[in-house]
């Protein structure tokens, strides 16, 4: 029961599980008040007060999720210094430090998660990991069947090029 104390040291940012290794056999970890110099051990570190170089670390952060529908004209960053509106306005009540999951240009609008779980995000943003997203676009005008081949064969975009799954015209306009 518990976590392995060299994956607790880590994850509090005091040093990468090899190093956290090293420390605990030169003596460096209490657990509770006692040495701990075996590898291995396990601790709840909800519960357990554990201290580096007589310095005790930090309580485990909880993971924060939310989902803002991100209006039009706000930029997906958190700081923008020409004094645009961003998506930290949105975020007055916390005072975690959150980031974006992705990003949508300027002028759309529409779901983006915002965390502080770098996981999680690298799991939802990395192409290697082939989450599906779905788009919902409007376009101007009236879509025509050349317009929606072009899009089944994919587009270039600045980063790059990219090619949906599938393209699905929901309805035509007039």
Known sequence: EGVRLQK???AAGVASRRA???????????????????QGRRVNPDRDQIR???SRIPPPRRHMYLVLNKPRGVISTMDAPEGRTTLAAYLTRTKERLFHVGRLDTETEGLIILTNDGEFAHRLAHPSYEVR???HVQVAGVMDNRTLKRLEKGVTLDDGPVKPDKVKLISRGQ
């Not at 956290?20 to 075996?38: A, C, F, H, L, Q």
């Open 8 to 10: 607790v040291l880590a």
């Open 133 to 135: 997203k779905s788009y």
């Open 52 to 54: 580096v170089d007589g």
């Open 20 to 38: 956290s290794e090293i420390m605990i056999d030169e003596g460096r970890v209490e657990v509770n008040g006692k040495i701990v110099t075996e």
